[in-house]
């Protein structure tokens, strides 16, 4: 609530009227996020050794990942402190779609949290179950998606569909966004999930694709620009660009301490975390279609997921060496440093493609 602490006596000092930007406040939000991640990323991951909370390695993965095994875990949560910290500190107290947003962040972080633990008591790679898992998610995501109608009430937010390219065609989908908005959100947690097979892979692609959503969310709330593109104006999405910034700060933050070799991983708590957040992010500023092209990199490995399995189970074929696709690879003969940057070098393509679609309109 810092905003309100300085903006108070910007009467008395004009300089501190400064704290009105959502621009100012989102460059606090990044610098705060990355300093809580440096400061107490070491002391974090002292604190998972201790309590011997490590990573555990499935056993059909690549070879050379076995000797991550016992790799402190559930580094999610430092990436959670991280964001809502700063989030807490630096976002309009009164603006309903920064604090579902952040809700969104930490319930699928706890759900991850669950999986995570699960995994650790167990001492395998297997913690809910697939049915306990997307029954959660997709509680999560109806819960966003109810509360999203209720903000239709008082005009904060509609039921529309923007869609790239057409900028006059705006399907209104009613009670049908609903669903809607559930498969985007929990499509994105999981697609984000399983991208976190390398060290700094998911970190370092959540970082552009945040980086993105930070420009996409601050275009959709001023209302001039949002015009000038051809976008939907969202009020109050100004602020949501200060909760991306402290995504970017808090990844950044992460990928310090999680580039190879990982000293720490993210684990479920994080990856859901961030895949959630920035599937609700999408759907509160009306993206919901262009999050295919930002996370054009999560939406390649989730589908090699797909086709694997549906070419396995239909025709008892492998299309990849193993997936997630980042695996085929590997086995392939690159090195996963190798893969993680070429891997990031795509995520930026995507990100940019994102970017050039609100003038190709």
């Not at 621009?23 to 107490?40: G, K, W, Y």
């Not at 991208?195 to 998911?202: E, I, V, Y």
Request: charged share 15%; proline share 3%.
């Amino acid at each position: 609530m810092l905003y309100y602490l300085f903006y108070a006596f910007h009467e008395q000092i004009g300089a501190l009227n400064v704290f009105r930007y959502a621009t100012f406040r989102s460059a606090l939000a990044a610098l705060s996020a990355l300093v809580i991640s440096l400061a107490c990323g070491p002391m974090f991951i002292r604190m998972l050794r201790r309590r011997q909370i490590g990573q555990e390695i499935r056993e059909e993965g690549p070879a050379s990942h076995q000797a991550k095994k016992g790799t402190p875990t559930m580094g999610g949560l430092l990436i959670l402190i991280a964001i809502a910290v700063p989030a807490l500190a630096w976002v309009h107290p009164l603006n309903p779609l920064a604090w579902l947003a952040l809700a969104a962040i930490i319930l699928f972080g706890l759900i991850g949290f669950l999986d995570d633990w699960l995994k650790i008591a167990k001492k395998h790679n297997l913690g809910l179950t697939a049915k306990a898992k997307f029954g959660l998610q997709l509680l999560v995501g109806a819960g966003i998606g109810g509360a999203l109608l209720a903000l239709t009430e008082n005009g904060l937010w509609d039921t529309h569909l923007q869609v790239p390219f057409l900028k006059t065609v705006t399907p209104d989908l009613g009670w049908l966004y609903v669903p809607f908005a559930m498969l985007v959100i929990v499509g994105s947690a999981n697609a984000v999930n399983l991208t976190d097979g390398l060290d700094g892979l998911a970190i370092g692609s959540t970082l552009i694709a945040s980086g993105t959503f930070a420009i996409l969310t601050y275009c959709a709330g001023n209302s001039k620009v949002a015009s000038y593109l051809g976008i939907a104006n969202v009020r109050g999405a100004d602020d949501l660009a200060v909760l991306c910034a402290a995504m970017v700060g808090a990844s950044l933050g992460f990928l310090w301490f999680n580039c190879h070799p990982a000293e720490v991983f993210m684990g479920d708590v994080g990856s859901m975390a961030l895949g959630g957040g920035l599937g609700t992010l999408a759907v509160l500023v009306k993206q919901e279609l262009l999050l295919a092209v930002v996370g054009g990199l999560f939406v390649i490995e989730a589908l090699s997921v797909i086709f694997q399995v549906a070419s396995f189970k239909l025709r008892r074929v492998r299309i990849f060496r193993m997936a997630p696709i980042h695996h085929h690879f590997e086995l392939g003969g690159w090195d996963e440093t190798k893969v993680v940057i070429r891997f990031w070098i795509v995520a930026l393509i995507f990100s940019l493609l994102s970017l050039a679609t609100l003038k190709l309109r």
